[in-house]
C-alpha cells in the first residue's frame, strides 16, 4: 500500500469581495453582445420599439444596449431572431411564389381581345370562372 499517492488538495476558493466576480462576469458578456450592439446602433427608433415590445419589455428604446440588463439583452437577441427568421420566411414564399394558374388563361382572353375574337374571350373568360386553372 506504499505506492498509494496523495492527491493535492483542491485550491481554496477566495468569496467574491463586494460583488466583483459578479461585475466581471457581466463585463464579459457585455463584450461578447458586440453584434447585438452593432444590430442596435442601426436600428431605427421605430423598430427598436417594435423589437423591445417583441422582447416583451418596456425599456427605453433611445437607450444605449449597453445600458439593458444581461436577461434583456437575451431577451432583445431571441426577438431579433425571431423577427429575423419571420422575414426570411416571407421573403423566401415571395421568391418561390409561382404565377397564378389562370393568369395564363386571362392572356388568352386578352389576346382573343386584342384580335377581336368575342367568342374565344367569352371562352377563356368562362374557364377562369369556372375555375378550371
Do not use: C
Request: charged content about 25%; overall charge positive.
Amino acid at each position: 500500500m506504499s505506492n498509494v499517492a496523495t492527491l493535492p488538495l483542491p485550491a481554496r476558493l477566495q468569496p467574491d469581495r463586494a460583488g466583483f466576480g459578479e461585475l466581471r462576469a457581466e463585463l464579459h458578456g457585455r463584450a461578447g453582445d458586440q453584434d447585438l450592439i452593432d444590430v442596435w446602433a442601426n436600428l431605427p427608433y421605430a423598430e427598436r420599439r417594435l423589437v423591445l415590445k417583441s422582447a416583451g419589455l418596456k425599456e427605453d428604446a433611445t437607450q444605449h444596449i449597453s445600458a439593458f440588463a444581461k436577461p434583456a439583452r437575451d431577451a432583445i437577441r431571441a426577438a431579433i431572431h425571431r423577427m429575423s427568421d419571420y422575414a426570411s420566411g416571407l421573403k423566401d414564399q415571395l421568391r418561390n411564389r409561382t404565377q397564378h394558374p389562370s393568369a395564363e388563361l386571362a392572356s388568352h382572353a386578352r389576346q382573343a381581345l386584342a384580335e377581336g375574337n368575342t367568342k374565344a374571350a367569352l371562352h377563356w373568360l368562362a374557364l377562369i370562372e369556372k375555375g378550371v386553372a
